[in-house]
């Protein structure tokens, strides 16, 4: 009886471990862009508006003279791309702001990826980057640290279904070992 209860707690931790490791994963950190190609995004038709809030951290310069693009899209290819969103002149990306962008490109189904790029000298650190747009759920990724100059830097959340199936199996295992051990006790 005793083995039987050690067996089922075991398995309990072992299940339970399996569920935090998925969870722990879905907080990623923003991240250089593997084989990300700027020129692969399509420059089709402008059907949907989206709505890019990009805040800047408070650990930010005052203002910055980075030249600053942002690309996202969907897991399906859909891609959009805004090139040199910075207009000093207009005091865009000023430390502790939001600033709001306007941007149209071809239509996306949920957004799970966004990338920024900065050039410059100044070492601008966003804070969030919210995306809106109609018919979807509005998306926010968090930064909170500074964008490495010239490479296309962010989050990609698209494969996230594969840690969705793990989390699901990991349920039903949990499932199996709290029904076991109401009938081994």
Same mark, same amino acid.
């Given at each position: 009886?005793?083995?039987?209860?050690?067996?089922?707690?075991?398995?309990?931790?072992?299940?339970?471990?399996?569920?935090?490791?998925?969870?722990?994963?879905?907080?990623?950190?923003?991240?250089?862009?593997?084989?990300?190609?700027?020129?692969?995004?399509?420059?089709?038709?402008?059907s949907?508006?989206?709505t890019?809030? +990009?805040? /800047?951290?408070? *650990?930010?310069?005052?203002?910055?003279?980075?030249?600053?693009? #942002?690309?996202?899209g969907?897991? &399906? !290819?859909?891609?959009?791309?805004?090139?040199?969103?910075?207009?000093?002149?207009?005091?865009t990306f000023?430390?502790?702001?939001?600033?709001?962008?306007?941007?149209?490109?071809?239509?996306?189904?949920?957004?799970?990826?966004?990338?920024?790029?900065?050039?410059?000298p100044?070492?601008?650190?966003?804070?969030?980057?919210? +995306?809106? /747009?109609?018919? *979807?759920?509005?998306?926010?990724?968090?930064?909170?640290?500074? #964008?490495?100059?010239?490479?296309? &830097? !962010?989050?990609?959340?698209?494969?996230?279904?594969?840690?969705?199936?793990?989390?699901?199996?990991?349920?039903?295992?949990?499932?199996?070992?709290?029904?076991?051990?109401?009938?081994?006790l």
């Open positions: 009886m005793v083995s039987a209860r050690l067996f089922v707690l075991l398995c309990f931790f072992f299940v339970f471990s399996i569920i935090f490791s998925v969870s722990e994963s879905k907080a990623l950190q923003p991240h250089a862009a593997e084989s990300f190609n700027v020129s692969l995004i399509q420059k089709l038709r402008s949907c508006a989206y890019v809030i +990009i805040s /800047t951290s408070c *650990s930010s310069s005052r203002y910055t003279r980075d030249q600053i693009s #942002v690309a996202f969907d897991a &399906y !290819g859909n891609q959009i791309y805004a090139p040199r969103l910075d207009d000093p002149s207009t005091k000023e430390q502790c702001s939001s600033d709001t962008f306007e941007i149209n490109g071809p239509c996306t189904y949920q957004i799970c990826y966004v990338y920024l790029y900065r050039s410059g100044d070492g601008w650190i966003p804070e969030s980057v919210k +995306i809106n /747009t109609h018919g *979807s759920k509005a998306v926010t990724f968090p930064y909170n640290t500074l #964008v490495p100059e010239s490479i296309w &830097y !962010g989050f990609n959340y698209c494969n996230s279904a594969s840690d969705s199936s793990v989390l699901s199996i990991g349920l039903v295992l949990l499932g199996f070992v709290v029904a076991g051990s109401t009938l081994l």
